[in-house]
């Protein structure tokens, strides 16, 4: 019997601490003291990671005849992000809803009530101005008002990358967002592939950002991965691009088995001047609906301020009309640790099965970390072990990750299983080796067991994880 979800933070807990107790996340440089905003995989964390990028490289390049792949560097050219306007956009003054962490530009809000406010003044003089209308300024979101300072802050990480003067040069940046490096390509992909509009290139990498306040697990971190797509359209397709975009991109994220009444759709209200629509695929986490990812109508804004910035013509020629213009751009982009965290939010159950509660985390069996565990029943019986050890090599030449665990008792290995979401453990017993050569193979959601020979178990467990 499954137990219904306890909810927000108590929820959120269990999961943080079934990631470190069972090897999926671990906070980073924990016995130096740790440090803040970025984690480590462990070896579950690892595999269910690998899971889910090659579950999107499979629907974003793979299934599609139109995109193509890219692994662009983290290093680039400093003047992308001054074309990008990274460098001044990010540059913001910015305050912290003490409530809800929502972050406001405080100039731009100062200029909502009519106090000018000028983007080139210091911390201090933005300060006075933003105490002096306090009581005016509300948080859009929760409507309390209670903030931290405002600071003048870029998300960008900056490095000395290259610089060996002593007074050192412009910074070089750790990219802030993998899309730059898509979009400085377009020309090269055009060029050496001959692809033919409409058409997408992706990717999957780190991006950095100087998050002022790193929070909630894996959802906001200052080291992230990202899997983005740029889809280039002719101007008059963009929007039935997008459409077609939207709905392959919710698919896809309900193939990983993600719950539908646990995904919406959020549209923007405020959008950038230059985009033409944007919304969000938000996952109902233990905090309430948020941002998994986006997807969003961006029409030539990113091409015509790297044309600008590098000089270069980001033109595409259409091969029937002769036709020249910039491409417009649709994109979806999603981080690996929100999706890694909405999965690990879905797949979590707590159930009441031969009168103990149990956990179990409920993947589909495509993402789970390790697909099959083999056991002896008894460790200190050879003949049950080396069995057992066989099988294991037998079966680990077809299905992996697999496997073989002789710890503890049959029960606490199970429970072990299950907390890892293992589908199916498979056990040697003594019926295996004296009566009919079958195992017992339990699936993890219902606790079932079935005989199967052992003959048959490679396919009996290929048919039953596909
Ligand atoms: P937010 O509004 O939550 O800060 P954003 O709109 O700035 O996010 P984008 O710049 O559009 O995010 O980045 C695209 C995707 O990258 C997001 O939908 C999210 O999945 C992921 N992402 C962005 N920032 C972070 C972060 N600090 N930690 C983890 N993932 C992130």
Same mark, same amino acid.
């Given at each position: 019997?499954?137990?219904?979800?306890?909810?927000?933070?108590?929820?959120?807990?269990?999961?943080?601490?079934?990631?470190?107790?069972?090897?999926?996340?671990?906070?980073?440089?924990?016995?130096?003291?740790?440090?803040?905003?970025?984690?480590?995989?462990?070896?579950?964390?690892?595999?269910?990671?690998?899971?889910?990028?090659?579950?999107?490289?499979?629907?974003?390049?793979?299934?599609?005849?139109?995109?193509?792949?890219?692994?662009?560097? !983290?290093?680039? $050219?400093? &003047?992308?992000?001054?074309? @990008? =306007? #990274?460098? %001044?956009?990010?540059?913001?003054?910015?305050?912290?809803?003490?409530?809800?962490?929502?972050?406001?530009?405080?100039?731009?809000?100062?200029?909502?009530?009519?106090?000018?406010?000028?983007?080139?003044?210091?911390?201090?003089?933005?300060?006075?101005?933003?105490?002096?209308?306090?009581?005016?300024?509300?948080?859009?979101?929760?409507?309390?008002?209670?903030?931290?300072?405002?600071?003048?802050?870029?998300?960008?990480?900056?490095?000395?990358?290259?610089?060996?003067?002593?007074?050192?040069?412009?910074?070089?940046?750790?990219?802030?967002?993998?899309?730059?490096? !898509?979009?400085? $390509?377009? &020309?090269?992909?055009?060029? @050496? =592939? #001959?692809? %033919?509009?409409?058409?997408?290139?992706?990717?999957?990498?780190?991006?950095?950002?100087?998050?002022?306040?790193?929070?909630?697990?894996?959802?906001?971190?200052?080291?992230?991965?990202?899997?983005?797509?740029?889809?280039?359209?002719?101007?008059?397709?963009?929007?039935?691009?997008?459409?077609?975009?939207?709905?392959?991109?919710?698919?896809?994220?309900?193939?990983?088995?993600?719950?539908?009444?646990?995904?919406?759709?959020?549209?923007?209200?405020?959008?950038?001047?230059?985009?033409?629509?944007?919304?969000?695929?938000?996952?109902?986490?233990?905090?309430?609906?948020?941002?998994?990812?986006?997807?969003?109508?961006?029409?030539?804004?990113?091409?015509?301020?790297?044309?600008?910035?590098?000089?270069?013509?980001?033109?595409?020629?259409?091969?029937?009309?002769?036709?020249?213009?910039?491409?417009?751009?649709?994109?979806?982009?999603?981080?690996?640790?929100?999706?890694?965290?909405?999965?690990?939010?879905?797949?979590?159950?707590?159930?009441?099965?031969?009168?103990?509660?149990?956990?179990?985390?409920?993947?589909?069996?495509?993402?789970?970390?390790?697909?099959?565990?083999?056991?002896?029943?008894?460790?200190?019986?050879?003949?049950?072990?080396?069995?057992?050890?066989?099988?294991?090599?037998?079966?680990?030449?077809?299905?992996?990750?697999?496997?073989?665990?002789?710890?503890?008792?049959?029960?606490?290995?199970?429970?072990?299983?299950?907390?890892?979401?293992?589908?199916?453990?498979?056990?040697?017993?003594?019926?295996?080796?004296?009566?009919?050569?079958?195992?017992?193979?339990?699936?993890?959601?219902?606790?079932?067991?079935?005989?199967?020979?052992?003959?048959?178990?490679?396919?009996?467990?290929?048919?039953?994880?596909?």
């Amino acid at each position: 019997m499954e137990i219904a979800k306890t909810k927000d933070s108590e929820l959120m807990e269990k999961i943080v601490s079934l990631c470190k107790r069972r090897g999926f996340v671990y906070p980073s440089s924990e016995i130096y003291g740790g440090f803040a905003g970025v984690y480590d995989f462990g070896p579950m964390g690892v595999e269910l990671e690998n899971n889910l990028k090659a579950h999107w490289w499979k629907w974003m390049v793979h299934k599609r005849q139109d995109i193509v792949g890219l692994d662009s560097c !983290i290093f680039m $050219n400093p &003047k992308i992000w001054e074309a @990008s =306007g #990274h460098t %001044k956009g990010f540059s913001d003054p910015l305050a912290e809803c003490k409530n809800c962490n929502t972050r406001i530009r405080v100039d731009k809000v100062l200029e909502e009530i009519g106090v000018k406010a000028d983007e080139k003044m210091s911390e201090e003089e933005i300060n006075r101005l933003f105490d002096e209308n306090k009581n005016k300024i509300k948080c859009p979101k929760c409507g309390k008002q209670n903030f931290t300072k405002a600071r003048k802050f870029n998300l960008l990480v900056k490095s000395n990358l290259g610089d060996f003067t002593e007074a050192g040069t412009a910074p070089s940046y750790l990219r802030g967002e993998t899309c730059q490096g !898509i979009y400085v $390509n377009v &020309k090269n992909v055009l060029d @050496s =592939g #001959h692809m %033919k509009l409409p058409f997408g290139i992706a990717q999957i990498g780190k991006a950095f950002r100087n998050e002022i306040a790193p929070r909630q697990f894996l959802f906001r971190t200052r080291e992230f991965e990202q899997m983005e797509m740029q889809y280039l359209t002719k101007p008059d397709q963009e929007m039935i691009e997008y459409e077609k975009l939207r709905e392959y991109r919710f698919k896809a994220i309900v193939s990983l088995g993600l719950k539908e009444e646990n995904l919406k759709w959020h549209k923007h209200d405020n959008l950038v001047f230059y985009a033409k629509e944007a919304y969000d695929i938000e996952y109902n986490y233990p905090w309430g609906f948020d941002e998994m990812e986006g997807v969003h109508a961006r029409g030539t804004y990113d091409l015509t301020q790297h044309s600008k910035g590098s000089g270069q013509e980001l033109t595409y020629q259409d091969p029937e009309t002769n036709e020249k213009f910039i491409p417009h751009i649709i994109e979806s982009s999603i981080g690996v640790g929100r999706l890694f965290l909405a999965v690990m939010c879905d797949a979590y159950t707590e159930d009441v099965m031969n009168e103990e509660t149990r956990v179990y985390l409920k993947f589909k069996p495509s993402i789970a970390p390790v697909k099959v565990a083999v056991f002896p029943l008894l460790k200190n019986k050879p003949e049950l072990v080396s069995k057992a050890k066989h099988i294991f090599e037998v079966l680990n030449e077809e299905i992996y990750p697999i496997v073989f665990d002789d710890n503890g008792n049959v029960g606490k290995r199970y429970r072990r299983q299950d907390e890892i979401g293992t589908p199916f453990c498979v056990t040697v017993d003594f019926d295996t080796i004296e009566k009919d050569d079958t195992v017992t193979v339990r699936d993890r959601d219902s606790g079932k067991q079935e005989r199967v020979a052992v003959k048959e178990l490679v396919n009996y467990l290929k048919s039953k994880l596909a």
